[in-house]
């Protein structure tokens, strides 16, 4: 049945009560306001913005799958108050001050979230326990406290960001080895896939038309075009994030690097005595390759890192339970708690994440055009989806508010190099970064050259 490949996506999609039966496909020829290309967090998040500053304007959604299907219904659960991308921005004096309030539009962004579940009473398990990054080696230590300085530095206090103690950080969390942390409070713990789900329900309910099973072939000239039928708007927009390649037209904007993620059993109390994340604060450490873990609202731990890009920007969706990917990453979760040695796994998976050129999320809108944009998030879109959203319907509507000036608004996406330099650059970037990693866990010492190089690649 469709349904039970969908629930096979993920542990999120698994653990729904919804039957995940598509909604109907497109069938002719539509007019309407908005069109949307993505019912990801993206695409609702701006249909029900605009809805609710304007309920007469007409917006319809098309879907390759159903909503939720890609990154939005697979990610980490991480509702973070902060932004890919950030610090070169913070960097330049002439956009510090837009950067900060980027920063702080990002923090309100969680409680926005927040509130928009509570409001339309959708059950996503939302918690704001904060976040933690854990120092698991001494150069870790040294990055952490200086993040703090340079925090401190720009104007956010005790209140946004601080340094923990290896004692106090090891109350929250209880990892080997633990020398110390960096913790804000701005980030909550979520179930993916319950929001994706139940934000398409609310703008359904709203008016939004969302066509599942229609995936969009090429955008031009204000129009989508299908297999099915074609959709006519004065605006259209893009958020296909990971999928975005296999739009025509679209397919060196960004490409799709996929994440792996696993989910242990439910674990006792005694279990969790050991471990910590009694508020559900999500985590990580400062590691290159990206690592982060959760504690679900059912008892589980979810944790993810960063897996592989496919050469041509090649997608999948599903991975065989035994890849090595799913291996590196049990590795980790066990190296950081030992106690989770013997623990069932009961569900493995992976999908595509969006990731510009320069690695900076984007959103924007060509009046002249009608094209409009956003993502680019590099595995940070919860949150930064919802800022995004807001933002796209105040620049559809034209309204001049304070979102629409913040300095990632309007920033062009610059083009991946071609096959196969993209697929031998984003190689080179992985194993580059696996070996410092590795360094700073063998050593204690950060090797600085090659630390140099791979950040020049990220700037």
């Known amino acids: 049945m469709m349904s039970d ?37 993206t695409g609702l998040w701006t249909a029900y913005y605009l809805k609710k500053l304007r309920p007469e304007i007409e917006v319809a959604i098309v879907e390759a799958e159903i909503a939720g299907f890609g990154a939005s219904g697979r990610n980490g ?5 902060a932004l890919a991308g950030i610090d070169p921005l913070i960097a330049d004096p002439a956009k510090r001050d837009g950067a900060v309030s980027l920063m702080r ?5 969680v ?79 979520i179930h993916p896939a319950k929001l994706v789900r139940g934000l398409a329900d609310v703008v359904e309910r709203l008016g939004v038309a969302i066509y599942e099973r229609t995936p969009a072939r090429s955008v031009r000239d204000r129009t989508v075009r299908t297999d099915s039928g074609r959709i006519d708007a004065e605006v259209v927009l893009r958020a296909t994030e990971g ?45 290159r390759v990206v690592i982060y873990g959760q504690r679900t609202a059912d008892g589980r731990l979810a944790f993810g890192g960063r897996g592989e890009y496919y050469f041509g920007s090649g997608i999948k969706d599903m991975f065989d339970a035994s890849d090595a990917l799913f291996t590196n990453v049990h590795r980790t979760l066990t190296e950081l708690f030992p106690g989770l040695r013997g623990v069932e796994i009961t569900h493995r998976w992976g ?21 409009a944009w956003a993502g680019g998030y590099v595995g940070e879109g919860v949150a930064a989806s919802n800022l995004a959203g807001r933002t796209l319907a105040d620049l559809i509507l034209e309204r001049e508010t304070e979102l629409v000036g ?17 697929w031998a650059g984003v190689k080179a970037i992985r194993s580059l970064a696996e070996s410092v990693d590795s360094a700073e866990f063998k050593t204690g010492e950060t090797p600085k050259l090659r630390s140099r190089i791979l950040n020049s690649f990220m700037e």
């Open 243 to 287: 999928y975005t390649p296999r739009l025509e037209g679209h397919r060196h904007k960004l490409i799709p690097i996929h994440t792996m993620m696993i989910a242990t059993e439910r674990l006792p109390q005694s279990l969790w005595d050991t471990i910590g994340l009694s508020e559900r604060e999500t985590f990580g450490d400062p590691r």
């Open 406 to 422: 913040l300095p990632w608004v309007g920033r062009p996406f610059p083009k991946w190099e071609p096959e196969p330099l993209r």
């Open 111 to 189: 409680d926005e979230v927040g509130r928009v579940a509570d409001a339309e009473e959708i059950s996503c398990d939302f918690a704001k326990g904060g976040t933690i990054q854990v120092a698991t080696s001494p150069p870790h230590v040294r990055t952490l406290k200086r993040q703090v300085e340079s925090l401190r530095s720009l104007g956010f206090g005790a209140e946004d960001y601080r340094w923990l103690e290896p004692d106090e950080c090891s109350s929250r969390i209880r990892t080997s080895p633990n020398l110390g942390g960096m913790y804000t409070p701005h980030c909550a713990a």
């Open 351 to 371: 999908g595509p994440i969006g990731v510009p050129r320069d690695w900076h999320p984007s959103v924007g809108l060509n009046r002249w055009t009608g094209f």
């Open 105 to 109: 539009a990002m923090f309100e962004t």
């Open 5 to 41: 490949r969908y629930r096979a996506l993920s542990f999120w999609h698994d653990s729904l009560a919804d039957d995940l039966a598509p909604r109907p496909r497109l069938t002719g020829d539509r007019k309407v306001d908005v069109a949307i290309v993505g019912a990801g967090y």
């Open 77 to 81: 659960g991480w509702c973070l108050g």
